[in-house]
């Protein structure tokens, strides 16, 4: 599987709605993980990935095995150059925000991207403004699945990381994840305890 690095175009917005746009990547098996930010040229959009998948270009067509007689997943492509053509890399992201005439903002776009807009993996300058406005936390909190919260947490590591105050930006975290999830206790605490191990 192939690494993606921050600011790469990996692929394009095969569809697009308000709150999620999907996009197949160039390469099979070269996506961003699960929790990473990307962003959408046309218009400037954010968003997080929340599900990768990899998959027949034609789904009426079943993968068959081919490495019964080779001994690692590698051969199994080197061996196979077709599969190249007929294999794709997917992912789904959820909109966080956008960038206005004014800066960028947390929420959502009055217009979804464009279809075949390119898709980048974030930089740390994209990551930056995670930590002027959390605003962008109440979207994924209400994606509710167990997808959902691990790509919070992997997100939130991921700016904290990039931030030059990491501790102030976990800090601020931790209070707008207490803030939105005041009623649900548990899922608070195993957040926070994620996000800070």
Known sequence: MAAVQPGQRVGEVTASRSQRIEAQCYQARAAPPLGSLVRIESPPVYAVVLDVRHEPMDPTRPLTPRGADLETEDEVYAVNPQLSAILATRFTAAI?????????????????????????????????????????????????????DTAIVNLLRQAAHSSTDSRGFLLNAGKALATELSGEPLRMRALLHQVGG
């Open 96 to 148: 966080l925000g956008y960038r206005g005439g004014d800066g960028i903002h947390a929420g959502l776009p009055s217009l979804p991207p464009d279809l075949h807009a390119f898709v980048f993996v974030g930089d740390d300058d994209d990551l930056a403004f995670l930590g002027k406005d959390f605003g962008w936390l109440k979207l994924l909190l209400d994606e509710r699945s167990p997808a959902s």
